[in-house]
């Protein structure tokens, strides 16, 4: 045993030993870790600290395999489902639990989430899924987490404003595009998420959380300048609440859904279920969304919105746009 042990070291111990679940065990031992102070003598230590770490995670991975579609997938729900991606500590989970009613654990120590865990954010009358999810950078979870982040309709690039949050967002891309996960450039582009051989391509946004700390501010703008052209970037502070309304707005625009609203010819529409559908969807596309036959005994629809004039008449191919009043002719 080394000498030299902090007390925080011994109480930790005790916490690990005490440790009943795998969970628990992985949290305890990882707080246990980060205890050690970093030198010579405490080398082996950490090495068999670490060599433990990393068993459990493998046997915690191993006994989940009888629930692994539990694990592994996390069941859409809501008009779209965004992930949050970053390293350990940059406030993923802290996001999740004020942006929406789950509440996750968060944490002071790295790698507190273990396991994937949905939320629903309200925006204005539609639900957005969002996903919290362990940090990138860890061998035993990397694998599933970036499964999920193929299937998410959008990612959140979560980093730390206190932290070179540029370097992080530059490490977070080279990564996902190892994982061959593409990021498409500029929101507004036209493109919209797909798949091909080189890959899948994502629609992202950087979030840079934690402004509230001190001398953020160019760390910020250093971010803007190096990425602000190609994705949107937005810093708040999970902490403080500041600037969520913001960014619960440039989520719904990164979700690249519209919401058009149905209107019974010569009734009152109804304003209080929106369709979610993609941006760039067609009376066609809307129509085949409301009911199959649609598709076929379509004529064609009025429009209250977009259109040069309230109840315009429009074709099947019109595109549509956001808060949009249909009506269906058939
Ligand atoms: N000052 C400040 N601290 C924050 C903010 N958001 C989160 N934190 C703190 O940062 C630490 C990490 O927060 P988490 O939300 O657990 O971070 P995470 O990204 O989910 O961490 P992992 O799950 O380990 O990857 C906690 O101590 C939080 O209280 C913020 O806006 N400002
Ligand atoms: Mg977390």
Redesign the pocket.
């Known amino acids: 045993m080394p000498a030299n042990l902090p007390p925080e070291y011994f109480d930790a111990e005790k916490r690990f030993k005490q440790a009943a679940t795998p969970a628990e065990k992985i949290i305890a031992l990882e707080d246990l870790i980060a205890t050690v102070p970093k030198h010579k003598g405490t080398d082996k230590l950490r090495a068999d600290l670490r060599r433990k770490l990393s068993q459990l995670r493998q046997e915690a991975v191993r006994k989940k395999k009888g629930g692994r579609g539990d694990l592994y997938v996390v069941q859409k729900e809501g008009a779209a489902q965004i992930a949050l991606v970053?390293f350990?500590?940059?406030?993923?989970?802290?996001l999740l639990a004020c942006l929406t009613n789950a509440t996750p654990v968060?944490?002071?120590y790295?790698?507190?989430?273990l396991t994937p865990l949905p939320g629903m954010m309200p925006f204005e009358d539609v639900q957005i899924q969002l996903v919290d999810l362990?940090?990138i950078g860890n061998e035993a979870t990397d694998g599933w987490v970036s499964g999920i982040l193929r299937y998410a309709d959008g990612l959140l690039l979560?980093v730390n404003l206190n932290d070179d949050p540029d370097v992080q967002a530059e490490l977070l891309i080279d990564q996902l595009e190892r994982w061959n996960i593409h990021l498409i450039l500029n929101l507004k582009s036209q493109i919209s998420n797909s798949q091909s051989p080189a890959g899948v391509f994502k629609k992202a946004l950087i979030v840079a959380?934690?402004k509230?700390?001190t001398e953020t501010e160019d760390s910020f703008i250093i971010l803007k300048g190096k990425y602000e052209h190609m994705y949107q970037c937005i810093s708040i502070?999970?902490?403080?609440k500041e600037k969520l309304e913001d960014l619960r707005r440039a989520i719904f625009e990164l979700s690249g859904i519209i919401r058009v609203y149905s209107k019974p010819p010569g009734k009152e529409p109804d304003l209080s279920k929106p369709f979610a559908i993609p941006s760039g969807s067609t009376i066609l596309d809307l129509a085949s969304f409301i009911h199959k036959e649609f598709v076929f005994n379509l004529k064609f629809a009025r429009i209250w919105g977009s259109a040069k004039f309230d109840g315009q008449r429009v074709e099947k191919n019109y595109i549509l746009k956001d808060k949009d009043i249909i009506e269906i002719h058939i």
């Open positions: 970053g350990p500590n940059t406030g993923k989970s802290s968060i944490a002071e790295p790698i507190s989430t362990p940090p979560v959380n934690k509230d700390l502070s999970a902490l403080e």
